[in-house]
């Protein structure tokens, strides 16, 4: 199992399950701005970089989480010898 000793992870799923959903919220509420802003250019390019891994990473940490709550973990690779 993982370094959690038994305890799954709900609080982590539950927290990054609430901050991505936050996000999609805000980026759909805000999609004008959002659009005036990524369509400028220059070092405004590096926008839409930002806010994909910042979406990236925070909805991984909630599947990871997810999953783990569930049971369902990687299977461990065994050393071939």
């Not at 369509?39 to 909630?62: N, Q």
Request: glycine share 12%.
């Amino acid at each position: 199992m993982s370094a959690h000793c038994g305890k799954r992870p709900y609080r982590k799923a539950i927290v990054t399950g609430i901050i991505s959903i936050a996000l999609y919220a805000v980026l759909l509420m805000h999609q004008g701005i959002v659009n005036d802003l990524f369509s400028r250019g220059g070092v405004y390019a590096l926008l839409p970089i930002v806010t994909a891994f910042v979406f990236c990473s925070v909805h991984g940490c909630f599947t990871g989480g997810f999953w783990t709550v569930f049971g369902v973990e990687a299977k461990k690779r065994q050393e071939v010898k």
